[in-house]
């Protein structure tokens, strides 16, 4: 496989809205020891993108200051050390970002062999939302079959993939959205109650049916007192994101009364050594029924890598249901 030199890029020429991604050229990165080049496909969009752009979401010192935190596509070269994998391979890769570009690298054990039969679209829109949804859902949260399980934002990237988890590991799956088609779209994926938040009360809902044992919060600001008060007695709250803010002023006493967690993770920070345990974990238990088909990604729309500024736009507006990605090759 040539490789160029340079390659078709989008970067964050400064911070600002969706308007401050431009197409620009850059020089194709090399693989270091225990790296995979990939030549994209396709990329996912994702929420951390936009914070990126706005400057609310630095990237690691060592990542490419590119955005783009997922793709699919073909290992183009191997680092040093690299056994796994060979030219050609198509993968779906957990980036440290970069992904908007028609190369990234990425560490050779956070790429996924694309699941049987699916398209490169759809393979592209796996990593960030699985890895996140099951490091904070099962590894953190340890959601077991039976649990109540309420996630917000049902119909955002990662509330579609948590809402098929969930209900795949035999939890009851509560959820909410922000309108009757939204909250349609997660009872079809497996949720048994989705709550349109602008018309019913979550608390009340999940309090009458004694609790949710584990929520997946995004939303933050004044949803995390009333997801405490949502929570069963040994309840445990992660929180991923704070769409409405990070700072509140809470009372803690039922913490301790009754015995609530709180706790929440962000994926981009964490150590190699820990992505890859979460790669192998999907592999293992997710991978599989990829393959089969029983659960996948929902797709929202697809854009040129030169549009990317159009796929942020979408995203914001939060009239997307599911995945946005970027077609690239
Ligand atoms: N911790 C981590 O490792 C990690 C990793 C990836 C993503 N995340 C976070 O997870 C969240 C979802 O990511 P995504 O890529 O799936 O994003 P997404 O598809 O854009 O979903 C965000 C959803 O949140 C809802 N929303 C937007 N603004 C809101 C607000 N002010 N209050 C309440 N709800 C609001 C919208 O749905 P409605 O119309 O229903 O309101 C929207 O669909 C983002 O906040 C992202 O930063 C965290």
Redesign the pocket.
Known sequence: MQIPSEMTVVEISEYGGPEVLKPATAPVPRPGPGQILVRIAYAGV???DA?QRAGNYAPPPDASPLPG?EASGHVAAIGDGVTRWSVGDAVAALLPGGGYAEYAVTDADHALPVPDGMSMDRAAALC??FF?VWT?VFMRGGLKAGERFLV????????TVAIQLAALHGARVFT????VS?CQSCLDLGADQALN?READFVEVLRAEGGADLILD??GGPYIARNLDALADDGRLVQ?????GPEVELNMTQVMTRRLTIT?????PQSPAAKTAIARALETEVWPHLASGRIGPVMDSEYALADASEAHAR??S?A????IVLKVA
Do not use: C, D
């Open positions: 994702n929420r951390p914070l935190l960030e939302t996140t904070n917000h934002g049902g119909s955002s990237g990662i509330g909410t959205a922000g309108s939204k938040y995004m939303v991923i994101a704070f769409l409405q929440g993770s962000t994926l981009r995203m914001e939060s997307h249901i599911g995945k």
